[in-house]
């Protein structure tokens, strides 16, 4: 089975999406009841998460503490400008592995899966690959 792109639109500069929805379809769609999968993002300033989905002030408190802890306006050497984006992509990293069974991805009770944008707002990939067994 081939990979499955799924779009992400940001509408700010450090934003954490929620993609669990989405990523639940992907694994409908494919008709797979039991395997595993990764969600991966293409991206060298995005990243891909799993957190708290209750309280929206996780991810709040995330995104603020990721600020404080690589802000934007240091002296970076990259001409580009955006160092700190680089460095937040890499902190988290850019690919989740995910176990499914009874065709259900096996989340915690209070987890979701996150897009993090970290140098939007853009429109972004999420690649899910499942594979079966
Ligand atoms: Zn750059």
């Known amino acids: ?3 499955i792109e ?9 934003q954490m999406i929620e993609i669990t929805g989405d990523v639940r379809k992907t694994v409908s769609d494919s008709g797979v009841k039991d395997g595993i999968m990764i969600v991966y993002t293409p991206h060298t300033t995005s990243a891909i998460t799993v957190n708290e989905n209750a309280d929206p002030d996780v991810y709040k408190d995330m995104t603020g503490f990721m600020n404080r802890l690589v802000p934007e ?3 970076f050497r990259h001409m580009e400008g955006n160092s ?3 460095i937040k992509s890499s902190l988290f990293g850019c690919s989740e592995h995910f176990i499914i ?5 096996q989340l915690g009770t209070w987890q979701g899966i ?4 970290f140098d939007g707002p853009r429109t972004r990939k999420v690649w899910v690959k499942i594979i079966s067994g």
């Open 1 to 3: 089975m081939r990979k």
């Open 6 to 14: 799924i779009k992400v639109s940001s509408s700010s500069r450090n």
């Open 73 to 75: 306006d240091t002296s």
């Open 84 to 86: 700190d984006s680089h």
């Open 101 to 105: 069974e009874d065709a259900q991805i």
């Open 114 to 117: 996150y897009f993090c944008e």
